[in-house]
T-cell receptor, first 111, second 115 residues
Framework: GENVEQHPSTLSVQEGDSAVIKCTYS??????FPWYKQELGKRPQLIID?????GEKKDQRIAVTLNKTAKHFSLHITETQPEDSAVYFC??????????FGTGTSLTVIP | DVKVTQSSRYLVKRTGEKVFLECVQD?????MFWYRQDPGLGLRLIYF???????EKGDIPEGYSVSREKKERFSLILESASTNQTSMYLC??????????????FGPGTRLTVL
């Protein structure tokens, strides 16, 4: 989606290291930011989301941070494991109940 | 366990054929969406629907149409398949949420190859 930019497109990390994926959006009124994980051959599934009234949300090894002033949000995965290898998509709301999706980050965790 | 199902995981069709992709959700969701997923392009919205009989064009509707005769079912139709429609097609559904946005639940996808 042209209104959401996602970087990097590919990311390789050693097992145990951290991974960070960043997305920027353009609509300052956006207030809900989900992250989806898509394992090879499987459907995208929500792993974490954040609403604009908080700056950070954490769920075990994954966290999302939101900077509304700079209009970017990031996914942080700590202590990466091989099962974290997947494609990750960010999304930001557009009109109605639709989303702009980022172009995806292919994460590879090297054992 | 929430479920969005799609009629086929893999489909091979010939150029010019009419193709039907079906999506069914059992969560009583009002919103349903069709995306295509291509490497490097992410998810692009083809069509969406917020209610039975209602449909709206997304970003890339050309060459596609949709049908929503029942709340749980949203069909994507390729009127005359072309090779550039070879792609992964994902269906999704969600509850309505005003401006906030809600989690979208995706189907397993249909990988369509047009020869």
């Amino acid at each position: 989606g042209e209104n959401v930019e996602q970087h990097p497109s590919t990311l390789s990390v050693q097992e145990g290291d951290s991974a960070v994926i960043k997305c920027t959006y353009s609509d300052s009124a956006s207030n809900y930011f989900p992250w989806y994980k898509q394992e090879l051959g499987k459907r995208p599934q929500l792993i974490i989301d954040i609403r604009s009234n908080v700056g950070e949300k954490k769920d075990q090894r994954i966290a999302v941070t939101l900077n509304k002033t700079a209009k970017h949000f990031s996914l942080h995965i700590t202590e990466t494991q091989p099962e974290d290898s997947a494609v990750y998509f960010c999304a930001a709301p557009r009109t109605g109940n639709q989303f702009y999706f980022g172009t995806g980050t292919s994460l590879t965790v090297i054992p | 366990d929430v479920k969005v199902t799609q009629s086929s995981r893999y489909l091979v069709k010939r150029t010019g054929e009419k193709v039907f992709l079906e999506c069914v959700q059992d969560m009583d969701h009002e919103n349903m969406f069709w995306y295509r997923q291509d490497p490097g392009l992410g998810l692009r919205l083809i069509y969406f629907s917020y209610d039975v009989k209602m449909k709206e064009k997304g970003d890339i509707p050309e060459g596609y149409s949709v049908s929503r005769e029942k709340k749980e079912r949203f069909s994507l139709i390729l009127e005359s398949a072309s090779t550039n429609q070879t792609s992964m097609y994902l269906c999704a559904s969600s509850r309505p949420s005003g401006r906030t946005g809600n989690e979208q639940f995706f189907g397993p996808g249909t990988r369509l190859t047009v020869l």
